[in-house]
């Protein structure tokens, strides 16, 4: 089981981008969250069996049409033992 946290940039605001993350999520299998920052940025948690999320990473990198991602930034956490993905923010 691995944890990663990342900050999605571009626009991902008003675009379903956490709607868009959580079925990248139900589809690799995975956990966590995301919600929008102030900043107009999206912070998502996941965690789960390597191949999962890296899985849902790589989706989350392309985003929902009439969406535009620019840049990812990915950082290692420890799992907290999420049980579902949730939508906040």
């Known amino acids: ?3 990663r946290r990342a ?7 008003g675009v379903g981008f956490r709607f868009f ?16 920052l102030p900043d ?8 789960g069996e390597e191949s999962g ?8 990198r392309r985003g929902p049409i009439g969406g535009r991602v620019d840049q990812v930034e990915v950082e290692e956490r ?7 993905f949730r939508i906040t923010g």
Request: aromatic content about 4%; cysteine-free; hydrophobic content about 45%.
């Open 53 to 60: 999320v890296e899985q849902y990473l790589a989706k989350i």
């Open 21 to 36: 993350a959580r079925r990248a999520a139900e589809s690799a299998g995975v956990t966590g969250w995301a919600r929008n």
């Open 40 to 47: 107009g940025r999206v912070e998502t948690m996941v965690e």
């Open 7 to 13: 900050i999605v940039s571009g626009r991902v605001q």
């Open 1 to 3: 089981m691995i944890a």
């Open 78 to 84: 420890a799992p907290e033992g999420l049980t579902a």
